[in-house]
């Protein structure tokens, strides 16, 4: 079992960067695979970044390729998401996510979840 707790959320303005963290408690972070998700008012959760137990391999959805970049420290028991050139449509709840079903982008797979941290883009 993990848990997961996010921080670094806030208020920026567009164009400009967040760097989120997720810190993961327990021996076996290391073994799960960590995802992002995002979900905005009104709208479904969606999939925004992923990678696999060591690190060696990520997945980011179009709408952030290039702009966003997840990565975790295993020594840490942490995974982060850099995000850069933020737009008003980036505003959501950010969640992060373990499975310990591989690299996945849908989030049945995610069997842990953190609280979420607020992300507001201004135009």
């Known amino acids: 079992q993990v848990q997961l707790v996010e921080s670094g959320g806030g208020l920026v303005q567009a164009g400009g960067s967040l760097r989120l963290s997720c810190a993961g408690s327990?021996?076996?972070?290391?073994?799960?695979?960590m995802g992002w998700f995002r979900q905005a008012p009104g709208k479904e959760r969606e999939f925004v970044a992923a990678?696999?137990?060591?690190?060696?391999?990520?997945y980011h959805a179009d709408s952030v390729k290039g702009r966003f970049t997840i990565s975790r420290d295993n020594t840490k028991n942490t995974v982060s998401l850099q995000m850069n050139s933020l737009k008003p449509e980036d505003t959501a709840v950010y969640y992060c996510?373990?499975?310990?079903?591989?690299?996945?982008?849908?989030?049945?797979?995610?069997?842990?979840w953190g609280q979420g941290t607020q992300v507001t883009v201004s135009s």
């Open positions: 327990g021996r076996t972070f290391s073994t799960y695979a």
């Open positions: 990678i696999n137990w060591s690190g060696g391999s990520t």
């Open positions: 996510a373990a499975s310990n079903a591989g690299l996945k982008y849908v989030a049945r797979f995610y069997g842990y």
